[in-house]
């Protein structure tokens, strides 16, 4: 399979002993999410209904992105004794969010054992040069990006799943749209290029390493999972971003800020399992009640999608 | 006549099935319908997450379709979560995950911990002369096997690859590790 070229299945194969943290057994998981919805979380009770619905994982956060938005200041990991709890309510993977760089946040979070660790620009940064080295890590990371080069200096630092950033907390989907254009886009370019001179041009123009550039060149695809994040507030919505090539979806406060959250969870699940498939989607769409309040793009003073380098 | 295999593809990895059969030269087609599934003749139920799993079979009116061709003796490959809907038991799943109950074996969810725990490591199995490279991600843990299933791989002591009647289940992903042998063997038995 494509997207698991290029990885090493590590020492384990030469000497027959349990090797954990593998590159493989990293992407492993985000394998298994395919196809799912992982929603965004601030409470024991929203991770039930969230499990309820039919969720593949929760993300633990204090606020969801659009309170991060109303509220301002700085916005850290959350509370472990919050994680712990949205641990013990679920039997599904939980996630959590560290700020960019604050790689002592994400030793926390794996030392509290969540299923994926997630460098975030819905956080503040803590570092203005450096992402965290996800290989020294045990536990998984999905980090997000708005273009290929920002994917692949992700995933040569070490990140195990690639969600497009959208514009969180806006019930906007039209950053996600154009993120995903640009990194499917550029990867369908990368596929067709006629020699390896082009492939070291691209390598330039993206600022990612070439290694990674020609595995795209090769397979087609990233050789970790894309997902997207960043605005999906109706079953629609998770149907266009899975119709341009992401392979499962991230929903932040369009579910726990529509005016029905368990069937607005239930309606966006159904909706990227049966994302080719116009009937079903209408009928899932129907009665679900309000949809989040959307923001303007062009009206925001934060663009999240702009932290990260 | 080559068998025409479904994957079922409600949620997890069965994109890396898919591409795995089709490298041994079968026709595949993903299954989220009950039409779908009425068209093959045979299905693997990939690993993912079993209780998102469960209620999208129960909403997209595949739950009796499936039992059904089940209870017709359709081959099956269930990995991680799909052995899971196949057991006859589930422990720590939820009180409303739907258990198909074609072999007769009891399973324990996410028994070896978070994903932290996850591993990789080779295995004995029955029939091949190598070992196989075997991935387990937050994998369910065979906790009883009844009469009538057969046991062709452990890891540590614990069944880890069952086959009972026309079904294999296995607590890990041979879709992951690039082994195309277990799928051919799933494919010859057919």
Redesign the interface.
Known sequence: ????SGTS??D??AT???????A???R??A??????VIMDVVTPEHARIA?D?????VMALERVPSDIRAHGGVSRMSDPEMIQGIQAAV????MAKARIGHFAEAQIL?AL????VDESEVLTPADEAHHIDKWAF???FVCGATNLGEALRRISEGACMIRSKGEAGTGNIVEAVRHLRSIVGDMRRIAAAGDEAELFEWAKQLRAPLPLVQEIANVGWLPVPLFCAGGIATPADASLVMQLGA?AAFVGSGIFKSSNPPKMA?AI??A???YR?PEILAKISSGLGEAMAGLETADLTTKMSERGW | MKPRVGVLALQGGFAAHAAILQRLGVRVDEIRTAEQLAAVDALVMPGGESTAMSMLLERSGLLEPLAERLDGGMGVLGTCAGMILLAAEVVDGRADQHCLGLVDITVRRNAYGTQIESFEADIGVGGFETPFHAVFIRAPVVERVGPGVEVLARHEGRPVLCRSGPATVAAFHPELSGDRRLHARFLADL
């Open positions: 399979m494509a997207s698991m299945s590590s384990a194969a027959g002993a349990t090797a954990t943290g593998t493989l057994v990293k492993g998981l394998e298994m999410l395919k196809g799912g499990e619905a039919g969720a593949v994982s039997s599904i993977p939980v794996q054992g969540v299923d994926y045990t536990a998984p392979e239930s699940v159904e990227v399992t049966h498939d």
